[in-house]
């Protein structure tokens, strides 16, 4: 489920023009910029974090425990998704397959993103066992994740 509106419900296309506007802006902030790949990326998957949750369904908490909608934990999957096979394609030096590719037209943002996480994906080593690359796509993966949902935390307010 890589960017583009099919990330999103009738109810969250609402807000969706400002918010690619939103990350629109970030992304020609942090053109021409040098810094940490790590930080470009953490930057930038905040800012999709607005494009997700530009409409209805913003996370709650219920006792003690923040809840996604279905909607936002689809985005961050997708993401996530884009994260693995990156990080998979580099440790096996093989060019990247993007899942979902084949069903929708990645959007502009998604190929931006990707740009980054390719050069993200970098900063980590070439592991030597299958186990250990399998492990270091999951790692990566699992990051891009977490940035994500923490992006919705950090700029949605609770519904």
């Known amino acids: ?43 930038l998957v905040a800012a999709m974090g607005l494009l997700a949750a530009g409409g209805a369904g913003a996370w709650t908490m219920k006792d003690g425990v923040i809840q996604f909608s279905n909607g936002e934990v689809s985005y961050c999957d997708g993401w996530a998704l884009d994260a693995a096979s990156i990080m998979l394609s580099r440790q096996e030096g093989r060019p990247v397959d993007y899942v979902y590719d084949a069903y929708h037209e990645p959007s502009d943002i998604t190929r931006k993103m990707r740009v980054l996480f390719v050069r993200d994906a970098q900063a980590y080593p070439i592991e030597d066992t299958k186990e250990k690359k399998w492990a270091a796509a999951e790692k990566f993966s699992n990051k891009v994740k977490g940035q994500c949902f923490k992006s919705y935390i950090e700029r949605v307010p609770q519904s």
């Open 1 to 43: 489920m890589p960017g583009g509106d099919h990330r999103f419900s009738a109810g969250e296309k609402k807000g969706q023009g400002a918010a690619q506007e939103a990350c629109g802006d970030t992304l020609r902030f942090f053109q021409g910029r040098k810094m940490n790949m790590r930080k470009t990326a953490s930057a």
